[in-house]
């Protein structure tokens, strides 16, 4: 399945545009294994790109959850760190597809 999504927020103090596409497969033990790509756009237009994965469940409301890293290539100087680190994530989606995410550098 390939879903994608869009989204606002703020990444290192920096307000984002977000938006991504990732394709899920279900496992044979019913988890969900995804990889995904996307970029961020600041208020200024300077861009991060975003590659990543990682596993998850979905329950029978339709809700899903997931926890894996994602890698960035930026040149924002407030956002550069993060081209030397991995990006551990959560991300939910609810029943209406509305979703929300943290992200924690893995130094």
């Given at each position: ?9 703020t ?33 200024a ?6 590659t990543?994965h ?7 409301d ?5 926890r ?28 209406e ?7 924690w550098?893995?130094?």
């Amino acid at each position: 399945m390939e879903t994608s999504f869009q989204a606002n927020g703020t990444l290192l103090g920096t307000n984002v545009k977000e938006t991504g596409t990732y394709c899920t497969v279900v496992r044979p033990d019913g988890t969900l294994y995804g990889e995904g790509q996307g970029v961020m756009i600041t208020k200024a237009g300077k861009m991060a790109t975003w590659t990543g994965h990682g596993v998850g469940t979905m329950k029978k409301d339709g809700t899903a959850s997931y926890r894996g890293a994602i890698y960035f290539q930026t040149t924002p100087p407030q956002l550069a760190r993060l081209n030397k680190v991995a990006v551990l994530f959560e991300y939910e989606v609810d029943a209406e597809g509305n979703t929300r995410s943290e992200y924690w550098e893995w130094k």
